[in-house]
């Protein structure tokens, strides 16, 4: 409820940025071979001087930009913005990394993944709760994902895991990262960095 009244009200923008700031100053302490990865709102990636206030954000905080990842939806590029596509391709050029968050819920385009520098497809959450000896397209279509995110050179996230068995079958079916309860629930920096 809180994230769509914010979009509404405009304060999605200084919320984002802040949230921004906070993960790159967490994620300095961190060992360097971990990253941090920030959802973004469409209206944060429209404002005028997103792209200058996360690489300000990364400077302030003394993080290479490599460390960070950005997840935006497939909706952020459906009205095919030349914001969005400045956006986008001034931080990769500094180093941020991006990710395709919740492919196949949207108006899902193989075309995304040529255009833009995605280095990380996340499979939506709903694939792997279907996932079952009963149902296998749910399966078949992680498989199919993941061989394509492989021949890509993309590194497959399966979202939602909650039960050995979903890891056990994600794995399976080719994917090579994992993000659910079943290996942490959301914690605060503080217990992130004792991870």
């Known amino acids: 409820e809180f994230i769509p009244v914010a979009e509404e009200t405009g304060a999605i923008i200084t919320l984002g940025n802040w949230i921004t700031v906070q993960a790159a100053r967490a994620a300095s302490f961190w060992p360097e071979d971990i990253s941090v990865a920030v959802n973004l709102s469409p209206l944060q990636i429209k404002a005028p001087g997103a792209a200058l206030g996360i690489l300000s954000a990364l400077r302030d905080a003394n993080l290479a930009p490599s460390r960070l990842e950005l997840e935006i939806t497939e909706t952020v590029l459906l009205d095919h913005s030349q914001n969005t596509e400045a956006f986008i391709a001034e931080l990769a050029a500094a180093g941020v990394r991006f990710a395709l968050d919740d492919f196949g819920t949207g108006y899902s385009s193989l075309s995304y ?29 992680i498989r199919a994902v993941s061989e394509m995110g492989s021949r890509l050179g993309m590194q497959i996230v399966a979202e939602g895991l909650e039960t050995a068995e979903q890891v056990a079958a994600v794995r399976d079916a080719g994917c090579t990262l994992g993000q659910g309860y079943y290996f942490s629930r959301a914690v605060p920096d503080y217990l992130a960095s004792m991870l």
Do not use: E, M, N, Q
Not at 116 to 141: C, E, H, L, Q, W
């Open 113 to 141: 993944l040529s255009k833009y520098p995605f280095g990380k497809i996340k499979v939506d959450r709903s694939f792997v709760s279907g996932i079952s000896s009963t149902d296998s397209k749910s399966d078949a279509i």
